[in-house]
């Protein structure tokens, strides 16, 4: 158990719908990390947050946007959802933006 | 552009002493990262090497040339558990814990 929690598990949603999928960094992170795992493309790091503040971006579409609190949860909301956006979502944490990131179990989103 | 290379898949015996390779060409390199990851399961960390040379951790040992942009990770004795995807990974810059993760290689243990 690397400590990051993430809510829900399983997701199965509709096309043209949205979500918001929740994570908790380990106690003491302040950063926040989210990638996406499909079959096809591997891991592919989405977006990251340093203290409530964006610090990098990847290849995030535009649908999707992300955000973190001061309690420094994180929430990434994807919406106008397409078959290929199912894959599975990990969060990840560091204690500061640069150590070693701690991953969630994940959450599975299925769009049918 | 970024680019991870990894084998696809390897099969080894138990007991018997693995080798999976990584090579990398991305702009910007600020350490190599190994993750173990089984299938369905979060990527669990398993070494870190930013300067050139070999880290060893129990079972598990990974080495990097920078100059050459390569990286292997070694398992030891292995066991039936240590089937699962094994992933190289790159933190591009100094400032962002950005990571740049290859397709992963699969390993499969066998008696």
């Known amino acids: 158990d690397s400590g990051v929690t993430q809510t829900p598990k399983h997701l199965i949603t509709a096309t043209g719908q949205r979500v918001t999928l929740r994570c908790s960094p380990r106690?003491?992170?302040?950063?926040v990390y989210w990638y996406q795992q499909s079959l096809d493309q591997g891991l592919q790091f989405l977006i990251q947050?340093?203290?409530?503040?964006?610090?990098a971006k990847g290849n995030i579409l535009e649908r999707f946007s992300a955000q973190q609190f001061p309690d420094l949860h994180s929430e990434l909301n994807l919406s106008s959802l397409e078959l290929g956006d199912s894959a599975l979502y990990f969060c990840a944490s560091s204690s500061d933006g640069q150590e070693t990131q701690y991953f969630g179990p994940g959450t599975r989103l299925l769009v049918l | 552009g970024q680019n991870i290379d990894q084998p696809t898949e390897m099969t080894a015996t138990e007991g018997a002493i693995v080798q999976i390779n990584c090579t990398y060409q991305t702009s910007g390199f600020n350490g190599l990262f190994w993750y173990q990851q089984h299938a369905g399961e979060a990527p669990t960390f398993l070494s870190y090497n930013v300067l050139d040379g070999l880290e060893e951790k129990g079972r598990f040992s990974s080495f990097l040339s920078r100059s050459k942009g390569y990286s292997y990770l070694l398992l030891k004795e292995l066991q039936m558990k240590d089937s699962a995807s094994y992933l190289c990974a790159v933190r591009h810059t100094s400032n962002t814990g950005k990571l740049i993760f290859g397709q992963g290689t699969t390993l499969q243990v066998k008696p």
């Open positions: 106690s003491g992170d302040l950063s």
């Open positions: 947050y340093y203290n409530g503040e964006e610090r």
